[in-house]
């Protein structure tokens, strides 16, 4: 094995190593011996040709690690260095260039047969689009481009004949994040939920509790697309509430199955999710009083749900993030607290 090789799979153990770390200096240490060896791998491959399926690995490895140490600096100069050399590293591992243009509209889009290369590359412009929101043109292109890299990656696992769980994941997330930063009747949320349940019924173990909590969070942003609920059908009622109560059967299954991914999906970098949003059903207007006991729950039983969801999300965030509630589900929890006094009260009468 030559030189380059060995210094290529130290990076590449060390980058394993580091995703099992659990403390932030742990990872962080390991990922900076990584990058070093990575780059000290390429400076000894650079004679090689561009098409030299090693140098294209060690290229994507490097792109994608220095993709992983971004989430580590706050200030925006050491963020935005890091994003800038893994868009350069993981293009180069794909001999594509960075131009206004989106990248699918260049000639050698798809020529490198390297699905790993392209799923990252879709990874780092969907990051790219959210620490990039106050530019709506820039987020627009991230987005494009990392729906069509993370397509690439599937067509071509697919065309293996391997199903290529982790990029379609990964683009129902695009889908999700690009609905949330613009339109949601672009249809982008029904993408991302094709995306979210195709994986979930292809993880016949059902293992993948980080997919499975984004479906959740789909089916509830579906149930709330409609901002005015006063002339929508009852089937479309039904709908909606239908989408909503999936959403909070999905929270409830990996708030058993995994609750400190639960817990610290509300802080992790790159895709915060709120636990708030566990509360779905209540999210729905009563406006509609006409059509909606003939559907719904006990409202009582709603807000009971609600109540000790959140009390058990403030003992889950004490053991595994060692702190008490925030102010804001201090409020809810208070708010939840005097509804259910309220019911109580009227059934007494």
């Known amino acids: 094995m030559s030189n380059y090789q060995e210094l290529a799979k130290k990076g590449a153990e060390k980058r394993k190593a580091a995703f099992q770390e659990k403390s932030t200096r742990g990872i962080f240490a390991l990922l900076s011996d990584a990058l070093k060896d990575f780059q000290d791998a390429l400076d000894l491959a650079q004679d090689l040709p561009n098409n030299n399926r090693k140098k294209q690995w060690i290229l994507a490895h490097l792109g994608a690690t220095h993709h992983s140490m971004a989430h580590f600096y706050p200030d925006e100069d050491n963020k935005t260095f890091h994003l800038n050399k893994a868009r350069e590293f993981l293009l180069r591992a794909l001999n594509l260039e960075w131009t206004v243009k989106p990248l699918s509209e260049q000639a050698n889009w798809g020529t490198v047969n390297y699905a790993w290369g392209y799923a990252h590359l879709g990874e780092l412009f969907t990051y790219r689009a959210l620490v990039q929101r106050r530019e709506p043109q820039e987020e627009q292109k991230n987005y494009q481009n990392a729906i069509d890299s993370l397509s690439m990656a599937i067509k071509m696992e697919l065309e293996e004949g391997d199903n ?3 990029a379609i994941s990964h683009r129902g997330l ?4 690009r609905a949330t930063s613009f339109s949601r009747e672009s249809g982008d949320n ?3 939920r094709m995306d979210f349940e195709r994986v979930y019924e292809l993880d016949v173990k059902k293992e993948n509790h980080w997919n499975a909590l984004y479906l959740g969070a789909t089916y509830r942003a579906l149930g709330l697309e409609v901002d005015d609920i006063s002339h929508m059908s009852e089937e479309q009622l039904k709908e909606a509430y239908i989408y909503l109560k999936r959403s909070l059967a999905f929270f409830e299954w990996v708030a058993d199955k995994n609750p400190e991914l639960l817990v610290r999906m509300e802080t992790l970098e790159p895709y915060p999710l709120h636990l708030h949003h566990l509360d779905a059903p209540l999210a729905l207007p009563r406006e509609r009083t006409d059509i909606m006991p003939s559907f719904m729950i006990d409202e ?3 807000i009971e749900e ?3 969801f959140y009390n058990t999300r403030e003992e889950l965030r004490q053991e595994f993030l060692k702190d008490g509630p925030t102010p804001e589900v201090q409020v809810k ?14 059934q007494k009468e």
């Open 164 to 166: 290529y769980t982790w």
């Open 174 to 177: 695009a889908y999700r994040q």
């Open 190 to 192: 029904d993408r991302a």
């Open 300 to 302: 009582h039983e709603l």
């Open 306 to 308: 609600s109540y000790n």
């Open 333 to 346: 929890i208070d708010q939840y607290y005097t509804l259910l006094g309220q019911r109580y009260a009227q």
